[in-house]
C-alpha cells in the first residue's frame, strides 16, 4: 500500500511538472531548423530597400543563433559595431512568440525592447510571420501594423528577416547559412 501511494504521488508530480509548450507542426519544424544553427553565426546583407538609404544598408550584418533551450532561441543580431539587438524566438501557451529585445552596451534594457508578436497559424515549415502585438501597438504607436516575417529558403540556404509596415515592405536582410563565420 505504501509503495502504491508513493508511485500515485510520483504520477501526480511527474503530470503537474511544466513540460515545454507544443507548437503546430509547422512551428514546431521551423523552431528545430533554426536551433539546428545554434552556435553558429552568419553574415547578411539589406535586400531591400535597395536603394542603399536604410541605415544598415553598407554596414556588416552578423546573426548568432548563440543559444537554444527547448522554449527560447536568442539570435542576436550585430549591425556593424552595434551589438544592442536580440531575436528572441519563445515557445508559450499561445504558439510561437518573436520578440526584439534591445540593449544598452552596459546590458540594460533601452527604453524601447522586448516588443514583437505572436505567429500566425500557417502550414509552413519555412516561415513564420508574426504581427504586432498590442504590447508593441502601445509601445511603438507607427509599429502597431508591423509584421515580422521570418523564413528559410527551400535549400535552406538563406535565412531572411522582413519587415513590412502598413502591408508594405519596409527591410529585409538575408543571411548566407550555407557559409557559417
Known amino acids: 500500500m505504501k509503495h502504491l501511494l508513493l508511485s500515485l504521488c510520483l504520477l501526480f508530480i511527474l503530470a503537474c511538472a511544466k513540460q515545454p509548450y507544443q507548437l503546430s507542426k509547422p512551428q514546431q519544424s521551423f523552431y528545430k531548423s533554426i536551433a539546428s544553427h545554434c552556435g553558429k ?3 547578411g546583407k539589406v535586400i531591400f530597400p535597395a536603394d542603399g538609404k536604410d541605415p ?4 556588416p550584418l552578423t546573426m548568432h543563433v548563440a543559444s537554444c533551450s527547448d522554449t527560447t532561441i536568442r539570435i542576436p543580431f550585430h549591425v556593424g559595431e552595434d551589438k544592442s539587438r536580440t ?5 508559450t501557451e499561445e504558439g510561437l512568440q518573436l520578440k526584439h ?3 544598452h552596451k552596459d546590458g540594460t534594457p533601452d527604453e524601447i525592447t522586448m516588443y514583437g508578436g505572436m505567429a500566425l497559424a500557417s502550414d509552413s515549415k519555412l516561415e513564420q510571420r508574426f504581427p504586432a502585438d498590442a504590447h508593441t501597438a502601445k509601445l511603438i504607436p507607427a509599429a502597431a501594423t508591423n509584421e515580422w516575417t521570418l523564413a528559410l529558403s527551400p535549400d535552406g540556404k538563406t535565412f531572411s528577416y522582413i519587415l513590412k509596415r502598413d502591408n508594405q515592405l519596409r527591410f529585409r536582410a538575408d543571411f548566407d547559412l ?4
Not at 531575436?87 to 515557445?91: F, P, S, Y
Not at 550555407?178 to 563565420?181: D, I, N, S, T, V
Open 87 to 91: 531575436w528572441v524566438l519563445r515557445k
Open 56 to 59: 544598415f544598408a553598407g554596414q
Open 178 to 181: 550555407a557559409k557559417p563565420l
Open 41 to 43: 553565426s552568419y553574415a
Open 101 to 103: 529585445d534591445h540593449r
